[in-house]
């Protein structure tokens, strides 16, 4: 006696909305040897109790720490910069105080992380784009990966009072104001590494930070964009869209046996991954073929089966599902105004046991509403695939 079960089947009236597809964040990352990050953009700031980085823009309201000079955002890269403050020591005659608003240990107050992928290692020459209004408001050091390289400490500014100014200069006793072009890091190998910002003087305005390769680079104004990653959309899945929870895909074309198996037999519709008849001959249509599947020892268990077919616009084709010749589904296709679209039929609670012959098989039908040749088209009784979920 055969088994008969009904189910209606699941039509998934629109799956346009990608709501699944998650978009990386862009990240920094070298490009051709450059470098460049905005500098209120840092990830994060350590060490911040007594100085902090602040962020200034248009929409930033006033603020009642010690500052010597007005927000400069008018002329800032990306419209946005940041400062340390307070600013308690702004020029020569306000008091030094070592560890508040004047540090020569790189990396103690303040510290800015910016992490970035490189390509190419190597050295990298470090510029900043500051605005300083006066004479204590215009050293910063420069760090990677929490290291304080002599080569990166006490970034200068001496040039380009009151207006953004890059400068890559180092501070060193005989000379104040430093040498152009000598403040860099060496990036040890390809992969991410953190570029680090650490205060020196409070009140330092910083716009921008650029690294090259190219030690005769000179920045000019805001200089490039942001060298940021572009990620792009994964790769989705295109087939058993509404199959969510499985143990094994069983496909039709890849895991079926096809031949010898039925009245009439199958073919591989390799384009839309399926089993198909072919109806052009009429002796194959309105007959059952059949494709075959053995279970194996380690697949023995209790699974819900969701058997995939393609609904098509000519006719609806019916499938039954079986084991050892024991029909455990039969199922018809819905109509369908999209060729191809997958229904799902769903078999709860099959026990499969080694040696298990499960087979799918199906008819080519028409409804007679596509006329096709003096006819009217058939429907392949296509299916793509029988989904095992263990129940346990
Ligand atoms: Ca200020
Ligand atoms: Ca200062
Ligand atoms: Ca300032
Ligand atoms: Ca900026």
């Known amino acids: 006696m055969k088994l008969k079960l009904f189910h209606l089947p699941l039509m998934i009236a629109s799956i346009a909305a990608t709501t699944t597809n998650i978009y990386a964040e862009q990240v920094y990352h070298e490009d051709a040897g450059f470098v460049v990050i905005e500098a209120e953009n840092f990830s994060t700031q350590h060490l911040d109790d007594k100085r902090r980085w602040l962020v200034f823009s248009k ?58 992928y490189f390509e190419t290692p190597g050295r990298y020459y470090a510029w900043t784009r500051a605005y300083s209004t006066g004479s204590e408001d215009n050293g910063v050091h420069l760090g990677i990966n929490g290291q304080w390289p002599e080569s990166a400490k006490r970034l200068q500014l001496c040039e380009g009072k009151h207006a953004w100014t890059w ?5 060193i006793e005989t000379n104040h104001c430093g040498t152009p072009n000598t403040i860099y890091v060496d990036i040890p190998h390809k992969g991410v590494h953190t570029i680090m910002i650490s205060m020196r003087e409070d009140g330092f305005e910083l716009d921008k930070l650029l690294l090259t390769k190219d030690k005769d680079y000179i920045p000019v104004g ?15 899945k295109t087939q058993l869209l509404e199959i969510t929870d499985y143990t094994r895909v069983l496909y039709a074309i ?11 037999p199958y073919y591989q519709h390799k ?3 399926a089993l198909a008849i072919n109806a052009v001959k009429t002796a194959y249509r309105n007959k059952f073929a059949r494709a075959e599947y053995i279970v194996q020892a380690k697949e023995a268990g209790s699974y819900i089966l969701n058997l995939v077919t393609l609904a098509e616009i000519d006719g609806e084709s019916t499938y039954l599902v079986s084991i050892n010749d024991k029909v455990i589904g039969e199922f018809t ?60």
């Open 59 to 116: 929409n930033t309201p006033a603020h009642n720490f010690a500052d010597a000079d007005q927000a400069h955002y008018h002329d800032a890269s990306n419209g946005s910069y940041i400062e340390i403050l307070p600013d308690t020591r702004s020029n020569h005659h306000e008091a030094l105080v070592r560890n508040e608003n004047f540090t020569n240990d790189a990396g103690t107050m303040a510290v800015l992380s910016y992490p970035v």
């Open 167 to 171: 400068s890559s200069a180092q501070r």
């Open 222 to 236: 805001k200089d490039k964009s942001e060298t940021l990653s572009s990620p792009k959309p994964l790769q989705e």
């Open 254 to 264: 890849d895991d079926f046996k096809i031949e010898n198996t039925g009245e009439i």
């Open 271 to 273: 384009a839309e991954n």
């Open 333 to 392: 296709n819905p109509e369908t105004s999209n060729d191809y679209q997958e229904i799902y039929f769903s078999m709860q609670r099959v026990e499969l046991t080694s040696g298990d012959i499960i087979s799918v098989s199906s008819k080519a039908v028409t409804n007679g509403k596509v006329p096709e040749n003096g006819g009217t088209a058939y429907a392949r009784g296509r299916w793509r695939a029988l989904v095992l979920s263990r129940t346990n």
